[in-house]
């Protein structure tokens, strides 16, 4: 059974590639644009992972996680970092909110971006309903 996931990128084809490919493995993907769209889909659910872009213009990845941590509800939700930026000097920061895999948006491929969302989304955690009313399309 496929999970819920929140893909959070300002590169609309770079969005768009990685929710159609999770979509395809039998996942139901909510897409956001940037860090704020983000945060007003989360008021509404708890996904069972997110995908996050490093460097948007108005939240960056970091801003982001502030966020997702302050919060019970949200702060055990995996989350993987995507970066065309991996000469960033502060993209160490992201391991401090708990993220443990960056992958480069030129170098990666989407199976192993799947495989790897398979693998910390634990099949025993709980699935979290999400409102339709806030389900953005492709």
């Not at 970092?81 to 993209?91: G, S, V, W």
Request: charged share 30%; hydrophobic share 40%; with cysteine.
């Amino acid at each position: 059974m496929g999970r819920n996931i929140l893909v959070v990128d300002d590169e609309q084809d770079s969005r768009d590639a990685v929710c159609r490919y999770l979509e395809k493995q039998g996942h139901r993907l909510y897409c956001a644009a940037n860090g704020s769209e983000a945060i007003a889909l989360l008021g509404a659910t708890v996904p069972d992972a997110i995908v996050l872009d490093y460097r948007m213009p108005d939240m960056d990845g970091v801003s982001v996680l502030e966020v997702l941590r302050s919060y019970l509800r949200w702060a055990d939700v995996p989350v993987v970092i995507l970066t065309a930026y991996p000469e960033e000097p502060r993209l160490w920061r992201v391991e401090d909110y708990g993220v443990r895999r960056v992958f480069v948006k030129s170098k990666y491929l989407l199976e192993d971006l799947a495989q790897y969302l398979d693998e910390i989304m634990a099949p025993n955690r709980p699935q979290h309903p999400i409102d339709e009313s806030t389900q953005k399309t492709l």
